[in-house]
């Protein structure tokens, strides 16, 4: 039997939004490796013994999804790659991943990490053209943009279903990451002025805090992923206004109008790319505008990129001794 290892993004990851990207991931894999065993290593951890073995005889090794690279991934990287790890034939394919925040041109040790542990010549799927360029900037061209996985599967379809006119309730997000605290309370306000009802998701620990010291009000969620989904999936009227990149995704997965707040490169290089429901984090009159409707969502998916990214994957398990 063939076998693959997933670098598993979600695991020692202290943010809920890396569920939302491997659930999509392992998705979108059953069909192209349907006949495959899958295995799971870590990606946020330096790999232990065990788990070098299982990339050692894997016929294919994917990382998955999130901003698993970085300028320089000796200092400040979420992939914790060793030295050594340049030596085990690591040979991974990525898939819908970028980069850590806009960066200066990648250090010498970092291209040359690069180079030895990705795959010299599978097509990588990368999550927007700003991650496709920086590789290229160091001589790994084989790259394709495809987005995330998480946008592969909002079709066509599902966008011309989506509500474009505004809900009477609100789910929103607020990143306690790249904080602003006065845009936040802004954004806040804004909401407050639009919708009857504001309820919150929490995707990291440090949020339920933050949420909490702008009202109480604010109807906070517990803090899981099957909590927002009973919310997107039981509440009859609900859009998604926030600055969380993967709760905005989710809610359109479950059919809601959402409108995402950017913050940082992720958001803004997909809105770009894909045509993503995306408004800068201070325009706030466009964000205002964009509430009251109504909206129309297109997103822009990269179909063909997708299925030769595919194709490529099912072809080198193919031809693995």
């Known amino acids: 039997m063939k076998r693959a290892v997933l670098l598993d993004t979600s695991v020692a990851s202290t943010n809920i939004g890396d569920q939302i990207i491997m659930q999509a991931v392992r998705e979108q894999l059953d069909r192209p ?22 990339v050692r005889t894997a016929d294919l090794v994917i990382a998955g999804g999130s901003n698993l690279i970085a300028s ?24 819908g991943v970028g980069w850590y925040q806009f960066q200066s041109k990648p250090d010498p040790y970092t291209a040359w990490l690069l180079r030895r542990v990705l ?24 790259c394709i943009n495809t987005g995330c996985p998480t946008l592969w599967g909002l079709s066509r379809e599902l966008c011309a279903s989506l509500p474009r006119t505004k809900a009477p309730s609100v789910v ?13 309370r802004a954004l806040i306000e804004l909401l407050r002025s639009r919708y009857a009802t504001i309820h919150a998701w929490v995707q990291t620990a440090e949020d339920h805090e933050y949420l909490r010291s702008f009202g109480a009000d ?24 926030g600055n969380r990149l993967h709760g905005g995704i989710r809610a359109l997965q479950h059919g809601r109008r959402a409108i995402i707040v950017e913050i940082d490169n992720r958001a803004t290089e997909m809105g770009r790319d894909f045509n993503l429901p995306t408004v800068a984090r201070t325009a706030f009159g466009r964000m205002a505008a964009m509430i009251d409707g109504p909206l ?8 063909d990129a997708i299925v030769r990214w595919k194709r490529g994957i099912s072809d080198i398990v193919e031809a693995s001794a």
């Open 33 to 54: 490796l349907k006949d495959v065993l899958i295995t799971s290593v870590a990606s946020h951890e330096t790999m232990g013994s065990k788990g070098r073995g299982l």
């Open 72 to 95: 320089h991934m000796w200092a400040r990287s979420v992939w914790r790659l060793r030295l050594t790890d340049a030596f085990i034939g690591m040979n991974v394919v990525l898939m």
């Open 119 to 142: 795959h010299p010549t599978a097509l990588h799927s990368v999550r927007d053209d700003y991650t496709a360029r920086m590789l290229a900037s160091i001589g790994i061209g084989n």
């Open 172 to 184: 929103t997000t607020l990143n306690t990451y790249i904080r602003d605290v006065e845009a936040d």
């Open 218 to 241: 604010i109807r906070i969620l517990e803090p899981s992923l099957a909590a927002y989904d009973r919310l997107l999936s039981s509440e009859p009227e609900l859009d998604y206004v």
């Open 296 to 303: 129309a969502i297109n997103i822009n998916l990269a179909g």
